[in-house]
């Protein structure tokens, strides 16, 4: 029982701690080199995207725009720290983001850290399965809808 409130008490630290961050990959490296979960820099390792899920209107797709979903699995120095599932238009991207998302194992969030973006809420982080904390939001970059974000934060985040 003290264990899980401690948990509790932690997840609840962690969700504050991200809501005063727009970039969720600048607040997991705070928060790990904060609290000594693994380390190094964070990496996006890519996972199959998940069948079935549709097109959020907040994203305001027109005809014919190209739309590339990206699910991945941040990790620090082989810590698993959360999964991320990225709808995002490349037309709508800063020059060579979309190239480097495809290429690379650097993070969405790192790749936008100079381009003055937003990361707005659609809902509360709320708890998910397993312990999980999950959060979903748009990234606009002046004003425009970019991307569309689910993510679920591993509880070895707050254990």
């Not at 609840?12 to 080199?33: I, P, Y």
């Not at 082989?78 to 709508?92: K, S």
């Not at 809902?123 to 425009?144: H, K, S």
């Amino acid at each position: 029982m003290a264990t899980e409130f401690l948990a509790s008490g932690a997840r609840d630290a962690f969700r504050d701690h991200l809501a005063r961050h727009r970039s969720v990959t600048e607040a997991l490296a705070e928060w790990c080199q904060a609290r000594g979960i693994g380390a190094g820099p964070i990496r996006a390792e890519r996972l199959a995207p998940e069948a079935g899920a549709g097109v959020p209107s907040a994203l305001a797709v027109r005809p014919g725009e190209a739309l590339v979903r990206r699910r991945v699995r941040l990790v620090r120095g082989g810590v698993a720290l959360a999964e991320a599932d990225n709808l995002y238009l490349p037309g709508r991207l800063p020059a060579g983001v979309a190239r480097a998302l495809d290429e690379t194992d650097t993070p969405f969030f790192t790749l936008l850290a100079a381009h003055g973006f937003a990361r707005d809420p659609l809902a509360p982080p709320r708890d998910a399965a397993g312990g999980a904390l999950e959060t979903v939001a748009v990234v606009t970059i002046g004003g425009r809808p970019v991307s569309h974000v689910h993510e679920r934060f591993a509880p070895a985040l707050w254990r």
